[in-house]
């Protein structure tokens, strides 16, 4: 990626980027736990996003060619539903891709990319603000899932959240509540979420979409262990573990592990974690909903479903919500 922002006044940054310490912090209670687990959050460092980037192209991960194939088929409308002029706030902003085809059909005053992933953030906002010379940018480096605090360029202006890519799905039902009042409260009465929300299916799809068969998604989950050792005085070896990925259906959601291929003991810092063989870490769950059962959980947080679109096979669904005025 180029930066190409030369002619332009640097990009307004807010840096609340979880550092070292929240990461040695949340590892090892993580790891102190039983059952032990890291929060998914921690997958995108800079390589770890690049990995999900790739995931996002592959055959088995049918979300974001369904979620864009819809963007693009509802976009024309969507002047028409959310108004006029508007701010435009990405959570969880990424490589910024999906965004463009809302860039031209909204056509915003202002634009804030949200992204807990501090390089990848800077990069892509900075190639938004060269290509949408009209636009106003803004970065905020921030981990939603701790809460939403972000500048919102003019605070008068009527606010639509972008929350693509089912990342929702992160989060169980309680957590996805508090973090969707959140929302709510960021956008404000008559405010707008348009949210991308994976939609329940046959198994074997689920699971195919969370063990490729060229191991990019082991790699995204295994890269984890890398970063550990990358950034923590750490000595795990990550070929020592392997991915495990499947569908719950008791809790409507993929579960993601890291399980231990041999009795083991991982060194961070002064601390020891010792491993049976066949142990895990447990590293992600991404739920899957029904369009009604998603409008239930966003009824909870204040917000009414306004429009639902979906692809032939109902495989993912691109939700308009509104705050209730
Ligand atoms: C970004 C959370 C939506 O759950 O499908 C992809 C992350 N994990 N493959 C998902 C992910 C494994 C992704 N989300």
Not at 151 to 172: E, L, M, Q, R, Y
Not at 201 to 230: C, E, I, Q, S, W
Not at 235 to 256: G, K, L, T, W
């Amino acid at each position: 990626m180029t930066a190409g922002a030369g002619e332009r006044e640097a990009i307004p940054f807010y840096d609340a980027h979880p550092g070292d310490a929240d990461l040695r912090r949340e590892v090892i209670a993580g790891l102190s736990a039983q059952p032990r687990s890291i929060p998914p959050k921690f997958f995108y460092d800079a390589q770890g996003s690049e990995l999900f980037d790739r995931i996002c192209g592959l055959p088995e991960y049918y979300q974001t060619r369904t979620e864009v194939a819809i963007l693009q088929r509802v976009a024309p409308q969507l002047a028409g539903l959310v108004g006029e002029a508007c701010v435009l706030v990405e959570l969880g902003s990424g490589a910024s891709k999906k965004v463009r085809v809302l860039l031209e059909a909204l056509r915003p005053s202002g634009y804030v990319g949200v992204d807990i992933s501090k390089e990848f953030l800077l990069a892509s906002t900075a190639i938004l603000a060269r290509d949408y010379p009209w636009l106003e940018v803004h970065a905020a480096c921030v981990d939603f899932s701790t809460g939403l605090e972000v500048p919102t360029c003019d605070p008068a202006a009527h606010k639509v959240a972008f929350f693509p890519g089912s990342s929702i799905g992160n989060f169980d039902p309680a957590d996805a509540v508090r973090l969707l009042g959140d929302i709510a409260a960021l956008v404000g009465r008559g405010g707008h979420l348009l949210i991308g929300v994976d939609l329940k299916k046959p198994v074997p799809r689920l699971n195919a979409a969370y063990n490729d068969a060229a191991g990019v998604t082991a790699a995204f989950n295994l890269n984890l262990l890398h970063r550990m050792r990358r950034e923590l005085d750490c000595d795990v070896d990550p070929q020592r573990f392997e991915h495990y990925a499947f569908y719950n259906p008791n809790e409507s959601r993929i579960e993601m592990h890291l399980i231990s291929k041999a009795d083991q003991v991982v060194r961070i810092g002064d601390r020891s974690f010792a491993f049976a063989v066949g142990e895990g870490v447990h590293t992600e769950n991404s739920y899957k909903y029904t369009v009604a059962g998603f409008g239930a959980l966003a009824a909870r947080a204040g917000f009414r479903q306004q429009a639902v679109w979906t692809d032939d096979e109902r495989l993912f669904s691109v939700q308009l919500l509104q705050v209730e005025s």
